[in-house]
């Protein structure tokens, strides 16, 4: 464990993640034929909500919603100090949650869809990343990152399968098509904004945080599959990244039922394949 | 830190009793030619998200509790940009028994866009005038919230 990584990334992550959903915003009109707005662009989007009249539906969704952004940070934090990986996986769970109840506590048919349609997406993400993790412990016979992250074998080719259905279930976490259900971004619709429908001003502005901190985090998950060699990482990171936005480019949305049926068959057939060999090739050696 | 409402306004569009051109050419500067999205202008469905409310056509008896409903629903500080001739004043609609006139009947209407049907590079301008007026209305919310501090 080293905290300092962990607090260092309490500091970074919100400036990273941000340029990152900048730069995001701008590929993304790029391959639309489009120049796209200014590089800091979401933080304009976060400084103007903070300047909003504080609309409240509920009061209990304030609370709700600072908590999704507490434990997202400290899921973060976790991973990044090298903790279980076990506990990171149900830690960002655990956020998503808050932001459940924060959709739950307004009494609005539109946010409440958009709650039932989250709770939908991480029941298509859990298993995709419970078996990365088990995948992982497999070959390096440990869950804490901080072990995971030191080896020197190169995890992405003995764990092709767990990385390609990573590569899946990753644009549910980004909020981006195919999978955009609960709630999506930029300035498409769904159901009018989902799960995000009733937060309005700074509140709106907490989420965004949020999911700065998470897609940091969702990188960090890609980096682990190439941390042999740390440059190649970044490169992976980066071009994986660029391929979730052509993915969402590319795709109109899928209804739930597609969304959380592919997911697990790709996590059963992907990931539980990758394991299943692996683990015969081990008990062989 | 007062620069901010200026460089991300978020737009809903609402269109009453209109032919529907003045909508479509809404829909044509938000869509990838005019590229709104210079400007950080995103479309939103959702009024809550919202700073500016575009409006076309003229106000009815029936959608005056709709425009009310989505105003109210957007918090402060916002603008009305009420699009085209019969959002001004009713337009060729202005004599029927049910148009009550333009939007600026029902609502404080900040920036009046002409046209018919408006152009979308006016509307546009449109938009990024509204901003200035946001920024203005964000000062006014300030200096009252410090007067009430003071006293």
């Known amino acids: 464990m080293n905290l300092l990584y962990g607090l260092a990334y309490i500091l970074a992550a919100p400036a990273l993640g941000g340029l990152t959903v900048g730069l995001d915003r701008i590929i993304t009109a790029r391959m639309q034929g489009r120049v796209g707005p200014p590089l800091l662009q979401p933080f304009y989007d976060v400084a103007k909500l903070f300047e ?234 | 830190m007062m620069a901010h409402m200026k460089k991300s306004p978020w737009v809903i569009h609402y269109d009453g009793s209109s032919c529907n051109g003045c909508d479509i050419e809404v829909l044509a500067s938000l869509a990838p030619h005019y590229d709104i999205e210079r400007f950080g202008i995103i479309h939103t469905g959702n009024p809550k998200h919202a700073d500016i409310l575009l409006i076309t056509g003229s106000i009815n008896e029936q959608n005056i509790e709709v425009v009310k409903n989505i105003y109210s629903q957007m918090p402060k500080p916002r603008a009305v940009v009420a699009i085209g001739i019969c959002a001004l004043s009713g337009g060729v609609f202005r004599e029927c028994y049910n148009v009550q006139g333009g939007v600026d009947k029902v609502l404080p209407v900040d920036v009046h866009v002409p046209g018919c049907a408006a152009r979308p590079e006016s509307i546009i301008d449109g938009i990024v005038k509204a901003t200035a007026i946001l920024e203005e209305k964000k000062k006014k919310m300030s200096e009252e919230k410090a007067k009430k501090e003071v006293e």
């Open chain 1, 52 to 285: 909003k009249e504080k609309a409240v539906v509920a009061r209990s969704q304030n609370l709700f919603v600072l908590a999704y952004v507490v434990f997202m940070a400290f899921t973060g934090m976790l991973f990044f100090s090298g903790g279980d990986f076990l506990l990171v996986i149900f830690a960002l769970t655990l956020s998503h949650i808050f932001l459940v109840l924060g959709a739950y506590s307004a009494n609005s048919p539109y946010s409440f869809i958009g709650a039932e349609r989250e709770l939908i997406q991480i029941m298509a993400f859990e298993p995709m990343i419970l078996l990365a993790a088990s995948g992982m412990y497999l070959v390096t016979k440990s869950f804490y990152i901080s072990d995971i992250v030191r080896t020197q074998v190169p995890l992405v080719l003995l764990l092709p399968g767990l990385f390609l259905g990573l590569l899946y279930v990753l644009p549910i976490k980004l909020r981006k098509s195919p999978f955009d259900l609960s709630t999506s971004h930029h300035a498409h619709q769904e159901i009018v904004k989902g799960i995000t429908t009733e937060f309005s001003g700074s509140t709106l502005g907490r989420v965004e945080i949020a999911h700065w901190y998470e897609t940091v985090l969702l990188l960090g998950f890609v980096y682990l599959f190439f941390s042999f060699n740390p440059l190649l990482a970044l490169i992976a990171v980066a071009l994986t990244y660029v391929l979730e936005l052509f993915i969402d480019n590319n795709y109109t949305r899928f209804k739930w039922a597609l969304a959380l049926k592919s997911a697990w068959l790709v996590a059963l057939v992907l990931g539980m394949g990758n394991i299943a060999l692996l683990w015969y090739y081990m008990k062989g050696l």
